[in-house]
């Protein structure tokens, strides 16, 4: 019976507390001065994911684990909020408190899922390196100095597929990998990007992936990486058309044929990839000019690669 009260009374405040600090957000905005506004926009952002959070700390099969780190977050809203704008360093003490807050959601995303949880998680704390620009997006990051990072993946859609929107320009040499990184796994996959000058390709990002491993060498560059639902791909019905790098299209019917051409001087693939299909990954390739077709075995994402430079036409028979 004890037991049964305690529970109840812990979540009756974690109630309040999530009332408390998430009314605070309606209350009347303060005028903030134009450096500030980037610190601001970071912190409603947070806000907003906590308040579109479906979690009930009350609920069956919720461990303390899990309601701990539903508070963790909460409570690290409720520190950053509270930084005064006079506040020496204020952006860096913003930025470590938001980044608390985004590993105690990874490690709740982490154990609802039944999945293993992100070491930087683990570490309680995903505030940016200093050569990373910080954004009220959650899911971009963005920099502009050489050196090599790594950087955590935050799906817009947890636990499931994403598309990575990866954009660069510069004179470095830019490389992309993707890192499984968990308290059972680290293992670092084949690099995905390799790029020497202007640079834009999505790509399909397997719910194993953790992290990208971001590295560039030369003196001047900009890149940014935006997770985006799988729901950004471009649908194919009939016949699509487009150049260069990666892109991501989805499928959305029986099992067909794709008829892929292609117009480059480099090695070009097509692959077709959908959720907890066994058997792996089926694809063509080619080497320069060519028309292939890849069997479809229904609903799915296809993944065009074509080198700077080329074209590619996707076309389903009529």
């Known amino acids: 019976m004890w037991a049964v009260v305690v529970s109840f009374l812990a979540g009756v405040a974690l109630t309040v507390l999530v009332m408390r600090l998430l009314s605070r957000r309606s209350g009347t905005s303060r005028v903030t001065a134009p450096g500030d506004a980037g610190i601001e926009e970071s912190i409603t952002a947070f806000g907003e994911q906590l308040e579109n959070l479906v979690?009930?700390?009350?609920?069956?099969?919720h461990t303390?684990?899990?309601v701990a780190d539903y508070r963790a977050a909460l409570e690290a809203y409720d520190k950053a909020k509270a930084i005064p704008e006079d506040r020496p360093n204020r952006e860096a003490r913003v930025?470590?408190?938001?980044?608390?807050?985004?590993?105690?959601?990874v490690r709740l995303d982490a154990r609802l899922g039944h999945r293993p949880?992100?070491?930087?998680?683990?570490?309680?704390d995903l505030a940016p390196a200093p050569e990373v620009r910080a954004s009220e997006d959650r899911h971009l990051t963005a920099g502009r100095k050489p050196g090599e990072y790594e950087i955590l993946l935050d799906r817009p859609e947890p636990g499931g597929y994403a598309i990575a929107d990866v954009t660069y320009r510069g004179d470095a040499n830019f490389f992309v990998?993707?890192?499984?990184?968990?308290?059972?796994?680290?293992?670092?996959?084949?690099?995905?990007?390799?790029?020497?000058r202007t640079y834009h390709g999505r790509h399909l990002v397997d719910p194993s992936i953790t992290h990208f491993k971001v590295k560039l060498t030369g003196e001047s560059c900009d890149w940014s990486v935006r997770l985006l639902p799988v729901s950004a791909a471009l649908p194919l019905s009939g016949e699509r058309h487009g150049r260069d790098f990666e892109e991501v299209l989805s499928y959305?019917?029986?099992?067909?044929?794709v008829t892929v051409q292609v117009r480059t001087t480099g090695t070009w693939r097509l692959s077709f990839e959908r959720p907890?299909?066994?058997?792996?990954?089926?694809?063509?390739?080619?080497?320069?000019?060519?028309?292939?077709e890849l069997n479809v075995p229904g609903s799915g994402w296809l993944v065009v690669q074509v080198p700077d430079g080329g074209s590619w036409s996707l076309q389903l028979p009529s």
């Open 276 to 292: 907890g299909r066994r058997g792996g990954t089926d694809w063509i390739h080619g080497l320069g000019d060519g028309m292939k």
């Open 64 to 66: 303390e684990a899990m």
């Open 117 to 124: 949880i992100p070491l930087d998680a683990i570490e309680d």
């Open 252 to 257: 959305d019917g029986s099992r067909t044929r």
């Open 95 to 105: 930025a470590a408190a938001l980044g608390k807050g985004r590993a105690a959601l």
């Open 55 to 61: 979690f009930d700390p009350g609920a069956p099969g």
């Open 177 to 196: 990998n993707p890192v499984t990184r968990t308290d059972g796994t680290f293992e670092t996959g084949q690099t995905i990007v390799n790029a020497q």
